[in-house]
T-cell receptor, first 108, second 119 residues
Framework: EIVLTQSPGTLSLSPGERATLSCRAS???????LAWYQQKPGQAPRLLIY???SRATGIPDRFSGSGSGTDFTLTISRLEPEDFAVYYC?????????FGQGTKVEVK | QLQLRESDSGLVKPSQTLSLTCTVS??????????WHWIRQSPGKGLEWIGY???????YYNPSLKSRVTMSVDRSKNQFSLKLTSVTAADTAVYYC???????????WGQGTLATVSS
């Protein structure tokens, strides 16, 4: 099973700042099949990025994904008030599918 | 627009079976060759993938839960289901159903349903 480790656990930033979230895999993610999700309290996760760098339908271009192999990054170029949430990475290159433990982006 | 909705589970007693159904609306569960998934989230914790099923009935379960999980699909009702046997308090969680997108990842989610295991 691929273990995904996200860092940092919490990111304290102000609106307008840039957020950089990391996801490291215990082994190479096949075909860079890595996704990122945003989850707000009381809501289901929302798909932001798939295949490491492709934005899902309707996702603003301030969200971008990069990386390959075992190291992946989600970048939010300028934080909007609605972006403060928990973010999860997830790999779907091998079974079982696994998630990272999450990074909380909070208001500084 | 495709939507997913989980049935209510409510309170389940320890050692009993948790049963959930996900109703798909807006398109046929048989269209597009999508995979249909169950994912859970314990209170205040992260996400755990339970498994998937295709409209054909082909399925795969997380090895950590495999001995207790059964998934099924009912194409006539446009639903897929989860059964989790011998539940304990550790199975208390919000259970989500989701669609495996063609591009990858889980692109559509239900709103989630809280299942509480308690006597």
């Amino acid at each position: 099973e691929i273990v995904l480790t996200q860092s940092p656990g919490t990111l304290s930033l102000s609106p307008g700042e840039r957020a950089t979230l990391s996801c490291r895999a215990s082994q190479s993610v096949s075909s860079n099949y890595l996704a990122w999700y945003q989850q707000k309290p009381g809501q289901a996760p929302r798909l932001l990025i798939y295949a490491a760098a492709s934005r899902a339908t309707g996702i603003p271009d301030r969200f971008s994904g990069s990386g390959s192999g075992t190291d992946f990054t989600l970048t939010i170029s300028r934080l909007e008030p609605e972006d403060f949430a928990v973010y999860y990475c997830q790999q779907y290159g091998s079974l079982p599918r696994t998630f990272g433990q999450g990074t909380k982006v909070e208001v500084k | 627009q495709l939507q997913l909705r989980e049935s209510d589970s409510g309170l389940v007693k320890p050692s009993q079976t948790l049963s959930l159904t996900c109703t798909v609306s807006g398109d046929s569960i048989s269209n597009g060759g999508y995979s249909w998934h169950w994912i859970r989230q314990s209170p205040g914790k992260g996400l755990e993938w339970i498994g998937y099923i295709y409209h054909s009935g082909s399925s795969y379960y997380n090895p950590s839960l495999k001995s207790r999980v059964t998934m099924s699909v009912d194409r006539s009702k446009n639903q897929f289901s989860l059964k989790l046997t011998s539940v304990t308090a550790a199975d208390t969680a919000v259970y989500y159903c989701a669609r495996g997108g063609n591009g990858g990842g889980f692109d559509i989610w239900g709103q989630g349903t809280l299942a509480t295991v308690s006597s």
